[in-house]
DNA sequence: CGTTAGCACTCGCAAGCAATGAGTGCTAAC
DNA sequence: GTTAGCACTCATTGCTTGCGAGTGCTAACG
């Protein structure tokens, strides 16, 4: 579709514009020492990008900037992804060789690595509920009236919740509880725990206990607890570094939206079948907010089921290449750092 | 030192430039209705005002704006905190009726509140570590090499340290470890917890087991963990919507310093001895980044003990009146919950 | 003597305008 | 197919000018 001149001179242009976030001229283009046409010829080349779709003029008389599409055909032509420092892979890999032995600890740390490499904001999701479940039920009386529920998750992480006791409730009788909860939803996936709940402990707790529907209230409302509080963002400030963001209106909507965790656990929710590192661009993310960023995730996993997502947000005008080498790479080490602990 | 019309003046010109963000000018202040005099003997007060360094100008032929020293005058004898609708605090006291049973909850909550009333920016802090005891020490394992450490905190707190553990070391030494600690330690200070370990725990440790000296290493990281992650943010973006701040460098400094956990801590320390509602304006705050900013902070507390602190910071031209009146309720209202709370 | 009217003066700001220069599209020549 | 040349476009810059909001000062007034 685009002959090898043209693909040579679209590269160029994104490149340049990528560095300098000004449209690019012909001239400035010819100058380079890898092209040996004329501005004219530059000028022809890019008039028929143009007309194709890849480029776009702020107003004429102005250079040309890559539009979406063209942005798009850059991210998918994308050879070998070098431009990453062997200093830097340094840095990542110091970083895994530590010894790292809470989850949010590793997740809180990655985010802040994604975003002081890269000078974006960094989005990462934790382990994700689907592929989680309950190792151990606890319950901790703090006086009479209130306790606190504790849930620990297949992956080590703990939550938990403090709860009112309903009153007239036996320490014995909440022993018997907590027991057969153990017995029975251990090893269930966190996200069925609820419907477990009523289809299998429902009926064996009313033998037990006359309390039966309090208890059940409570023990709804603990096994609701969110586990959706697991996105970790770092460097949202910046966004306020980009000159196409100098617009302090247009960050609010931003800097708003990624206060949003639902919005973001949305976003960043990988769509089914899609594995490997996801570039959306501009509009393509489906937020009006986001029309000017690019968003690029990657998942990593536990035994070939993905658990959470690493993301970058950036301006459209995004350095795809060094980004996306620096995501593979986080990914896969996170990957391999999670199969050692749990191996 | 001032004269009744000067106050009322200065009065004026606070309140105007307040809401409108534009120097006031002599003109317009004539034009109030409860202002009897022409613009130009409000202009002779005027320029006596600026002299006593109360005004500013920003430039000749400009009109005046409160100078930092104006607003501590204003701030200091604001009188009777009017300035709050019923509907408002009607919602502050519906949110307080709420059945809230979560000590983070409750902060996390005060603090959308709190910013949402304002539109400014609000720091929470959560009750300090000085004022909280251990309430029970759990150790559940996970597999054979790392168990969860669970500390109960007196005010319903809880955190989590995923730890491994010493090889060799069997379930029910474990067992005896962890009674021994709760025997030991419950009602200790959080503070206190680790020199305890040592001055009390350590040497009946020694009894119990041959591996002493992994188990403490072990202990003192779980007591080590950090009780600092409770500084609560919200609305941080109503930064951007100030007129001041359009300018995108100015915010990011100020962004940037409202990332940093621990400076926040220390900015919101109380001062001892300094008790109720604290306005701290412009250059007050030690911060270069918050020379525009005023932050006003009030304490909240239990059984005459502050334990956290509420604060909102907005720009230096702020609605303090308003801002005052709101975390004198509030602050309050979480006392009285807390108390309700832990009698 | 405090208050006010009047007036000259300052100065930021917006509008208008010309010069600049980067960049284009087109045509004709190589 | 490539390039040199040229007329044209248009955002940006710098400059001038006029406007108006606001001041400080002086003199007059009750």
Redesign the pocket.
């Known amino acids: 579709m685009l002959t090898e001149?043209q693909r040579m001179i679209l590269n160029v242009i994104v490149d340049d514009y990528i560095r300098s976030a000004?449209?690019?001229?012909?001239?400035?283009?010819?100058k380079r020492p890898d092209v040996?046409?004329?501005?004219?010829?530059?000028?022809?080349?890019?008039?028929d990008l143009?007309e194709l779709g890849f480029l776009e003029?702020?107003?004429?008389?102005?250079?040309?900037i890559p539009s979406h599409k063209g942005y798009r055909y850059y991210v998918d032509h994308i050879t070998p992804w070098n431009s990453i420092a062997p200093a830097e892979l340094n840095t990542i890999r110091t970083f895994f060789a530590e010894k790292l032995n809470v989850m949010e600890q590793v997740i809180q740390q990655s985010a802040m690595i994604l975003s002081h490499m890269t000078n974006y904001t960094s989005i990462l999701l934790g382990p994700e509920v689907f592929h989680t479940s309950l190792r151990h039920f606890q319950l901790l009386p703090l006086n009479e009236t209130t306790a606190v529920a504790i849930i620990v998750t297949s992956t080590g992480q703990v939550e938990n919740k403090t709860v009112a006791i309903p009153p007239g409730v036996s320490v014995s009788e909440m022993e018997k509880v907590v027991n057969l909860l153990n017995s029975k939803l251990v090893n269930v996936p966190l996200f069925k725990l609820k419907s477990r709940l009523y289809s299998e402990v429902a009926q064996e707790l009313e033998r037990y206990t006359s309390h039966y529907e309090e208890l059940l209230i409570v023990l709804d409302s603990v096994l609701d607890s969110e586990h959706d509080h697991q996105v970790y963002l770092s460097g949202t400030t910046n966004m306020l570094t980009q000159p196409e963001f100098k617009d302090v209106d247009k960050v609010k909507d931003i800097l708003d939206l990624l206060g949003e965790t639902p919005t973001l656990m949305k976003m960043m929710t990988p769509t089914a079948g899609e594995s490997g590192i996801q570039v959306r661009i501009g509009t393509e993310n489906d937020h009006k907010a986001f029309a000017n960023c690019s968003l690029i995730t990657a998942t990593y996993s536990l035994e070939g089921e993905s658990l959470g997502t690493i993301g970058i947000l950036g301006p459209t005008r995004m350095e795809y290449a060094r980004v996306m080498s620096i995501m593979e790479i986080i990914s896969k080490d996170l990957t391999t750092l999670l199969s050692h602990w749990y191996k």
Chains 1, 2 share one sequence.
Do not use: C, D, W
């Open positions: 001149r000004e449209p690019v001229g012909s001239r400035s283009i010819s040996g046409y004329s501005p004219a010829t530059i000028r022809n080349e890019m008039a143009e003029q702020p107003h004429t008389s102005a250079g040309r």
